[in-house]
């Protein structure tokens, strides 16, 4: 058994059968993951002040499995639980957003007690998919979030003014924000202005486009009160954030640019009024350098707090 690094200051077994166990319980013990989420510590709860830090582990349900230029960096479902806990482990880390699959898994690695638990509801749309814009809701639903105890769903929500399957799409978000309200929980919601491209979706990253699609996005159910945004950082964001009261996560994608270049982005935007942290995962999860642990603690140096983090 040999041991590989993956971050400059923890190592990770490489044995193929470190997760062997998992398998086994869900062979003989499926229950053991309703166990583990019931069991589980939870979050002392978001608060003002204190911005949040969730890793998101979503990516690999809708079939996005590129980071950079690797077109399957997020297949391998060992590496991807060896980075995952490796940045939950930072206790600057206040959670993940992840697919019931990669959730469950956590749930019964124990990595999971006194952090923010956000499950991703809608992967339908996927990569690449010829209707990719009828996103359908195929994964957590509001009512297994809470048997989960979770504290939130998420959905990726875009909007195509030239796709029919946009409405169906904004309807679903609106069901689904209003099944979690119904039970006190975050919809946390993802907008993008989108296009199809030589077959392609790109999402308009402009500033106006990110503008209208949180316009439209924050509109969506019958009540708002549990609802937060999650928005990419883009040009103007000081206008961006202008455009909603909700609480606002940024996330990070795939970046283009240096991780130097990316962080300062976010430093800035974190500084902005109503924005409550970071929900991010491939730029941290996988960085170029390949020093997970550094990516994450380099992130987590940019968030502001005015009382101390709690203890995990």
């Not at 270049?261 to 390949?290: C, H, I, M, N």
Request: glycine share 8%; proline share 5%.
């Amino acid at each position: 058994m040999t041991l590989t690094p993956i971050a400059s200051n923890h190592v990770v077994d490489d044995d193929p059968r470190r997760y062997e166990h998992l398998s086994t319980i869900r062979l003989e013990d499926p229950d053991a993951v309703a166990r583990a989420a019931k069991a589980r510590r939870r979050h002392p709860g978001v608060k003002a002040g204190r911005q949040n830090f969730i890793v998101a582990a979503d990516h690999p349900a809708r079939g996005a499995l590129a980071v950079g230029d690797d077109p399957v960096a997020m297949a391998d479902r060992r590496q991807l639980l060896d980075r995952l806990q490796i940045a939950l482990a930072n206790p600057a880390v206040d959670g993940v957003l992840a697919s019931p699959d990669i959730m469950d898994d956590l749930l019964l690695l124990g990595a999971l007690d006194g952090k923010l638990v956000f499950g991703s509801m809608n992967r339908g749309g996927l990569s690449g998919l010829v209707n990719e814009f009828d996103d359908r809701f195929t994964g957590h639903t509001a009512a297994a979030l809470e048997a989960l105890g979770a504290d939130g769903g998420k959905m990726l929500t875009r909007i195509c003014l030239g796709d029919p399957d946009t409405v169906a799409t904004l309807e679903a978000t609106a069901k689904a924000i209003d099944s979690l309200a119904e039970r006190k929980l975050i919809a946390m919601v993802e907008p993008f202005l989108s296009v199809r491209e030589n077959g392609r979706v790109r999402n308009d990253l402009s500033p106006n486009a990110v503008i209208k699609s949180i316009a439209i996005a924050e509109g969506l159910g019958s009540t708002s009160a549990y609802t937060w945004m999650k928005v990419p950082v883009v040009a103007e964001m000081e206008r961006v954030m202008a455009a909603t009261t909700m609480p606002t996560v940024l996330l990070g994608g795939d970046p283009d640019g240096s991780q130097d270049e990316v962080f300062a982005s976010w430093g800035a935007a974190l500084a902005l009024p109503g924005v409550q942290g970071l929900t991010v995962g491939r730029t941290l999860l996988y960085p170029a350098d390949g020093d997970v642990a550094g990516a994450v603690a380099a992130a987590a140096s940019l968030l502001h707090y005015s009382t101390e983090l709690p203890e995990n």
